[in-house]
């Protein structure tokens, strides 16, 4: 069975940082495309980063573009994302989320398998 748990979310002030957490386990982590969502009050969901686990492409929505990173750690199943210079407008609900195949990241949507979340909230 497929499980992503995610951690790491909290209160932090407007440029402040956070990192997330997503350890993966129930499938062949190389084989799959990791990606990191999130989801506002009132707003659709948004793709914010995804990763190829295979060979670490990546993927990056504009609006996060320059201050997040995504970053795996294949050795234990876990993928990263760290957020730098944070704005009130990121503040949502995160979730971590995978597909089979790793050349999905390029597209950080329509995921199949997903985490229960993880509240990050941006103080202005």
């Known amino acids: 069975e497929v499980q992503l748990v995610e951690s790491g979310g909290g209160l932090v002030q407007a440029g402040g940082s956070l990192r997330l957490s997503c350890a993966a386990s129930?499938?062949?982590?190389?084989?799959?495309?990791i990606g990191w969502f999130r989801q506002a009050p009132g707003k659709e969901r948004e793709g914010v980063s995804c990763?190829?686990?295979?060979?670490?492409?990546?993927f990056y929505a504009d609006s996060v573009r320059g201050r997040f990173t995504i970053s795996s750690d294949n050795a234990n199943n876990t993928v990263y994302l760290q957020m730098k210079s944070l704005k009130p407008e990121d503040t949502a609900v995160y979730y971590c989320?995978?597909?089979?195949?790793?050349?999905?990241?390029?597209?950080?949507?329509?995921?199949?398998?997903w985490g229960q979340g993880t509240q990050v909230t941006v103080s202005s």
């Open positions: 990763i190829d686990s295979s060979d670490g492409s990546t």
């Open positions: 989320a995978a597909r089979y195949g790793g050349s999905y990241y390029a597209y950080c949507s329509e995921y199949d398998h």
């Open positions: 129930g499938f062949t982590f190389d084989d799959y495309a």
